[in-house]
């Protein structure tokens, strides 16, 4: 019989299980994008300082197979693409945006950004995205979405600040 993921909740207490959670999803939505052959859009939610671009880090570096990958945040240049070639040959686009900085975009700012094909293509994670709302829900017929909020726990664990990592929209098959 096999299991099919949905959602999950856990609370992080480091950097790096952050990272270690966000390099499991990173398989499952490898997974998803595989079967599907379309494009997958993970939306990270949390507030300013809580780990969104530690969980895009994580992430990126399990999608192109480098522990070692630097990931800076795409804070002020608004995207990085990171690209790997799958077993078959064929590339992969893992596409990060950081919406913090948009205010008053239309659909034509949007588009500008080259979102239509990587959303309709590509693996994107996006830091910020009821900055993009609008332009974003015109799109779920063409990709799939995982929504990933992070917020810090009510209390500290050990000693260390944790955060809880919610994430959904799965919908996986193992």
């Known amino acids: 019989m096999k299991t099919r993921f949905r959602s999950f909740t856990?609370?992080?207490r480091s950097p790096k299980q952050m990272e270690k959670i966000a390099g499991?999803?990173?398989k499952l939505v490898i997974e998803k994008q595989k079967a599907k052959n379309r494009?997958?859009?993970i939306l990270l939610n949390g507030s300013v300082g809580v780990g969104k671009s530690v969980f895009a880090r994580g992430f990126i570096r399990e999608f192109v197979r480098n522990p070692e990958e630097i990931v800076p945040s795409p804070s002020y240049l608004l995207e990085?693409?990171?690209m790997v070639k799958n077993e078959d040959g064929e590339s992969k686009i893992v596409r990060h945006f950081d919406f913090y900085r948009l205010e008053g975009m239309n659909?034509?700012?949007?588009m500008a950004l080259g979102l239509n094909e990587a959303l309709t293509n590509d693996v994107?994670?996006?830091e910020w995205p009821?900055?993009?709302?609008?332009f974003l829900q015109n799109h779920a017929s063409t990709t799939d979405f995982v929504t990933v909020n992070i917020q810090s726990s009510d209390k500290d664990i050990e000693n260390e600040r944790s955060r809880v990592v919610e994430v959904e929209g799965l919908d996986i098959q193992t």
């Open 130 to 134: 009821n900055k993009g709302a609008c």
């Open 80 to 82: 990085q693409e990171y």
């Open 24 to 26: 499991r999803t990173a």
């Open 10 to 12: 856990t609370i992080v």
């Open 39 to 41: 494009g997958v859009c």
């Open 107 to 110: 659909q034509t700012d949007w």
């Open 124 to 126: 994107c994670l996006i």
